[in-house]
Nanobody, 128 residues
Framework: QVPLVESGGASVQAGGSLRLSCADS????????LGWFRQAPGKEREAVAS????????YYFNSVQGRFTISQEITNNTVYLQMNSLKPEDTAMYYC?????????????????????WGQGTQVTVSS
């Protein structure tokens, strides 16, 4: 069973909105942080947002703040990424991942080796 499963990707026009979901089925060793990352063709994977699922703190990266919102639904172990005012440069495969070990802040997104349980990804395509 894949621990994290993303859904909600689609093709939209610039200016549109999408909400991505990351269903967390991990039953053990759940660390505090879940994050959304994205990878565009020919580019390195980059962080988008992360959330501390214990205290609800949220963090944003790479100029998405103000357009994207990360949130969680505790009752069903799901983390969402609401994406508004989408731009063609937001086109990418979007992944969620969990910090593998405790003791690190949810902002340690550049050290992607610290993140695991990667989902299969969900494709977001934004046309101009």
């Amino acid at each position: 069973q894949v621990p994290l499963v993303e859904s909600g990707g689609a093709s939209v026009q610039a200016g549109g909105s999408l909400r991505l979901s990351c269903a967390d089925s991990r039953s053990t060793h759940r660390t505090n942080c879940l994050g959304w990352f994205r990878q565009a063709p020919g580019k390195e994977r980059e962080a988008v947002a992360s959330i501390n699922i214990v205290d609800g703190s949220t963090y944003y990266f790479n100029s998405v703040q103000g357009r994207f919102t990360i949130s969680q639904e505790i009752t069903n172990n799901t983390v969402y990424l609401q994406m508004n005012s989408l731009k063609p440069e937001d086109t990418a495969m979007y992944y969620c991942a969990a910090l593998k070990e405790r003791g690190y802040p949810c902002t340690v997104v550049r050290a992607q080796y610290l993140w695991g349980s990667w989902g299969q990804g969900t494709q977001v395509t934004v046309s101009s």
